[in-house]
């Protein structure tokens, strides 16, 4: 089954966005943090968040407050993606 949130940002004239940040979850950079999991950048705006591994689960927070459904992971050599409506990879 394929996930319908997905489908815009797989067409051939959708451009990934840049990070809005990088090197760290800008949200936790506003609040003076250093420690989080891993890093996941929102395929919608570009914002990059910390993961649901991580204490303040930036990421999370900023897909559903925004409404963007689908990121994907902002660590080095790692391309999948994730959607948080349907809570799956996709």
Do not use: K, N
């Amino acid at each position: 089954m394929s996930c319908p949130h997905i489908e815009p940002f797989d067409g051939p004239d959708w451009v990934e966005p840049a990070p809005a940040h990088t090197g760290s979850c800008q949200d936790c950079a506003a609040l003076g943090e250093v420690v989080w999991a891993h890093l996941r950048m929102c395929l919608t705006c570009g914002h990059v968040g910390c993961c649901d591994s991580s204490p303040h689960r930036h990421a999370d927070i900023h897909a559903r407050d925004e409404g963007h459904p689908i990121m994907r992971s902002f660590e080095p050599g790692e391309s999948w993606r994730w959607c948080y409506v349907d809570e799956r990879v996709v």
